[in-house]
């Protein structure tokens, strides 16, 4: 990832174009800026997926060559966060989206017009970002891009140069990131964050179950998604394990709000369209609050 994009941001914006182009009341989500982020094979599935009667295929192709986790548990947490993000949004004055890859609610989401959006993410990643932004002739005032290496740079100095506020209160999303990181790079990250919440700060994160990663716990999907984010550059590095992540958080000076697993984040609405889809155990949203 040091020299080029992300490529799971890249599949991300392909599955939540995919999703978008369902039908009506068949989607939990609408985000029509996620196309323009995929290339190559992602933009044609995506452009696939806009076709009146075979459209609908283009997600059961991703899903051949991805496993039966990777798409519904995308869906299931992005829904969750934009929940959570708009129900917050009237009690803080700033978002930051740490490793914000394509991530197009500064755009899509009604609730963050009045807030200061900081999109935090790796130099590589942001190049194109906002190359994408200013081709499609989207609105980005309110958005200040911030680029870090999470490994490697001082986020909090960043942060603070680029003028995010720690005096006003902040929603931090850090959406399919920590499992991607080492686990130093997750603790000065959780650190900075703390240092920078003020009073009603809240956090938003996703994480990997860390059984996935030494063996410990089986899940169906667990090899082949793996495998293919190993194969894509990108292997997980990190995880936690769901029994631990009160202490966890804790430890470092936050509390547990909320910790559910991707399977379940979509709250029942896939059944209530009448969808067969199901997202996965082994992929966790969680919500804290800075203690």
């Given amino acids: 990832m040091q020299d080029r ?19 009506a009341g068949r989607r939990l989500f609408v985000d029509p800026f996620a196309e323009p982020f995929t290339r190559g094979r992602l933009r044609f599935l995506a452009r696939w997926s806009r076709l ?25 947490r992005t829904r969750f966060i ?10 803080v004055d700033q978002l930051v989206l740490l490793g914000a890859g394509f991530d197009t609610r500064a755009h899509r989401l009604p609730a963050l017009r009045e807030l200061t959006v900081f999109e935090v993410d790796h130099p590589a990643t942001q190049v194109r970002k906002t190359a994408v932004v200013a081709g499609e002739g989207l609105d980005a005032r309110g958005v200040v891009y911030v680029a870090v290496d999470f490994e490697h740079d001082d986020l909090r100095r960043e ?36 240092g920078l919440a003020a009073p009603g700060s809240a956090l938003v ?23 293919n984010v190993q194969q894509a550059g990108e292997p997980w590095t990190f995880g936690l394990r769901p029994a631990e992540v009160t202490e966890f958080l ?5 509390t547990l709000v909320t910790d559910v ?13 009448g969808r067969r889809d199901a997202g996965s155990e082994l992929y966790h949203v969680a919500v804290a609050e800075a203690a």
């Avoid at 890249?10 to 939540?16: H, K, Q």
């Avoid at 959570?84 to 009690?91: H, K, L, N, Q, Y």
């Avoid at 804790?250 to 936050?254: H, I, Q, S, T």
């Avoid at 697993?261 to 369209?273: C, E, M, P, Q, V």
Wanted: proline share 5%; aromatic share 10%.
């Fill in 205 to 227: 994160f996703t994480y990997v179950h860390a059984g996935v990663l030494d063996g410990s716990e089986t899940f169906p999907e667990a090899a082949r998604w793996v495998h």
């Fill in 250 to 254: 804790e430890a470092r000076g936050f």
């Fill in 82 to 91: 934009d929940d959570e993000v708009t129900d917050r949004a009237g009690s």
């Fill in 52 to 76: 009146a009667v075979v459209g609908p295929m283009a997600a059961w192709v991703y899903d051949r060559f991805a496993g039966r986790g990777p798409r519904p548990s995308a869906v299931a």
């Fill in 159 to 194: 942060l603070v140069a680029a003028g995010f506020d720690p005096s006003r209160p902040a929603m931090f999303v850090w959406e399919g990131v920590t499992n991607y990181l080492s686990g130093d790079a997750v603790d000065a990250t959780l650190a900075t964050v703390r």
């Fill in 5 to 23: 994009a992300s490529f799971t941001a890249e599949t991300v914006a392909l599955v939540r174009a995919l999703e978008t182009h369902r039908g």
């Fill in 261 to 273: 697993s991707t399977r379940d984040a979509d709250g029942g609405r896939f059944a209530a369209l």
